[in-house]
C-alpha cells in the first residue's frame, strides 16, 4: 500500500490566467503579458516530469478567446507558433508527446502544419503526454463527441449512448482524467475547460498570475492536493477503511 501522501497527481490541468493582469501592473501592453506567459511553459513541463506528472494538459486559447481584441488574439496565435517552432526539438530531447485538442480548422494553415509537425514528430516519444487545447471548449467537445458516435454507431438510437461509449470520442480518449485542476489568476471557474473530464477532478484556485508561476507554486499545488482524500463518490469511512479504495491518504 502507498504510503500517506505518496501518490502523487498523474494528470495536472492547468488554466493559465492572469497574463494581461501581469501586464497591467507593470504598465505593459497586454500581449506582453501573453509573452512572459509563454516563457512559464518550458520550466513547467521540466517540473512536472521532476515530479513524477505523466500527463499536463494547458488551457492556451479557449472558443470564446476569439472575442478578444484581433491583435491580441494574433499574437496569441503567433505565440503559440513560435512555441511549436522552438520547442519541439527539445520536446523530442526530453521525450516530450505532444498534442493539440480543439477545433484546428480555423487555425491558419501554417500553425495547423506546424502543429501536425509537433504532433507527428513527437508521437513516439515515451515521456510526459503535454496537452495545449486551443480553440477549446469542453461543451464543443462533449457535443462533438456524441455527434461522432453517432456517426460510428448509426444504427443505435441515442438512448444507448453511456460515458464508456462516449469517452474514445471525446478529444482526451486515453490520457486518464486530470487528477488536479490549477487555475492561476485568482478567479474559481473552470470556464469550459474539460467539462467531462473534471467530473471528479481536485480543483485549485490560487491568486497568483500566470506570468509568476513557478516549481515552488506548483509545488504549494501538490502539498495541498496530497491533503485532498478522493471519495469518487463513495463516503470518507468507505475510502479510509478499505486500501483498495483509496485513491488518496490524506497527510498526518
Ligand atoms: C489568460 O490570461 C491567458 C490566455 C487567454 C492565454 C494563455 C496563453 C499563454 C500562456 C501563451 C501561449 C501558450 C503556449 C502553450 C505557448 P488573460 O489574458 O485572461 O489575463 P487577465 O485575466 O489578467 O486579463
Redesign the pocket.
Known amino acids: 500500500m502507498a504510503e500517506p501522501g505518496a501518490l502523487g497527481p498523474r494528470h495536472i490541468a492547468i488554466i493559465?490566467?492572469?497574463?494581461?493582469?501581469?501586464a497591467?501592473n507593470r504598465r505593459l501592453p497586454?500581449t506582453l503579458?501573453?509573452v512572459k506567459?509563454?516563457k512559464?511553459?518550458r520550466p513547467l513541463v521540466k517540473s512536472c516530469v521532476e515530479r513524477g506528472v505523466t500527463h499536463l494538459t494547458?488551457?492556451?486559447?479557449?472558443t470564446e478567446?476569439w472575442r478578444?481584441p484581433p491583435e491580441?488574439v494574433s499574437t496569441?496565435m503567433g505565440?503559440?507558433g513560435q512555441?511549436l517552432e522552438k520547442e519541439v526539438s527539445d520536446m523530442q530531447k526530453q521525450g516530450v508527446r505532444f498534442r493539440l485538442i480543439g477545433d484546428r480548422s480555423a487555425f491558419a494553415q501554417g500553425l495547423q502544419d506546424l502543429i501536425a509537425h509537433a504532433e507527428l514528430s513527437t508521437a513516439h516519444n515515451q515521456g510526459i503526454h503535454l496537452t495545449?487545447a486551443a480553440n477549446y471548449g469542453g461543451q464543443w467537445d462533449i457535443l462533438n463527441a456524441t455527434r461522432e458516435w453517432q456517426r460510428a454507431n448509426p444504427l443505435k438510437g441515442l438512448e444507448m449512448l453511456d460515458a464508456p461509449g462516449l469517452a474514445p470520442h471525446l478529444s482526451m480518449a486515453g490520457a486518464p482524467d486530470p487528477d488536479l485542476l490549477i487555475r492561476t489568476?485568482g478567479?474559481s471557474r473552470i470556464s469550459n475547460f474539460l467539462l467531462w473530464q473534471c467530473a471528479y477532478t481536485e480543483l485549485y484556485f490560487t491568486d497568483a498570475?500566470?506570468p509568476d508561476f513557478n516549481a515552488a507554486m506548483l509545488d504549494e499545488a501538490l502539498a495541498w492536493y496530497q491533503k485532498r482524500v478522493r471519495r469518487f463518490g463513495r463516503t470518507d469511512e468507505q475510502v479510509l477503511g478499505d486500501p483498495s479504495a483509496r485513491a488518496k491518504l490524506p497527510m498526518a
Open positions: 493559465m490566467d492572469g497574463n494581461g493582469r501581469w497591467k497586454r503579458g501573453h506567459g509563454a512559464v511553459v494547458l488551457f492556451a486559447f479557449s478567446n478578444r491580441e496569441l505565440l503559440f512555441y495545449v489568476g478567479e498570475l500566470w
